[in-house]
């Protein structure tokens, strides 16, 4: 049985593993959550720290606010929310995350999580010049769908 996590007055359904159908119904509603946090109205959003224990599901209601915003995603399409978001950043954070000017050796040193940085090949450091230099949606296919 699923564990539930409260949140608020709403309660989601830990993300665990499953028969293919339901499996590929949830990538399909992972998806949809890298899209409404891509499109999320301010500053863009960077997820630096994506595991399926941070994950959840919640049943889509008819008519509910995925509905008023244009979901695409049909029936049987979980809506997968966020339950651990202590490293969900605006992007401007998450750059100066990973951008410290610290000294590095290499790319991943500069990582802050699953946001990776780059390390100047000349000086050494933590770019300062540059973002987070992986997507939301590559961290989301290298961590949920490819498992690494």
């Known amino acids: 049985m699923p564990r539930e996590v409260g949140q608020g007055c709403h ?4 993300i665990k593993p499953e028969p293919l159908d339901f499996s590929l119904r949830v990538a399909v509603g992972m998806l949809d959550l890298y899209r409404r946090i891509d ?6 959003f960077a997820l630096c720290d994506v595991k399926y ?10 008519g509910g606010p995925e509905d008023q915003a244009g979901d695409p ?22 750059n100066a995350l990973v951008n410290t000017g610290a000294p590095c050796a290499s790319d ?3 990582d802050h999580f699953d946001c990776a940085g780059r390390c100047h090949p000349e000086t050494r450091t933590c770019r ?11 961290i989301l296919c290298e961590k949920i769908f490819v498992g690494r």
């Open 108 to 110: 991943g040193d500069c």
């Open 39 to 44: 499109r999320a109205p301010g500053s863009p």
């Open 53 to 62: 224990q941070h994950l959840g599901i919640l049943p889509r209601l008819e």
């Open 128 to 138: 300062s010049d540059g973002g987070v230099a992986t997507s939301n949606l590559e």
């Open 73 to 94: 995603a049909g029936a049987g399409i979980p809506w997968v929310v966020m339950l651990d978001a202590d490293n969900f950043y605006p992007r401007a954070v998450a």
């Open 11 to 14: 309660s989601a359904e830990s």
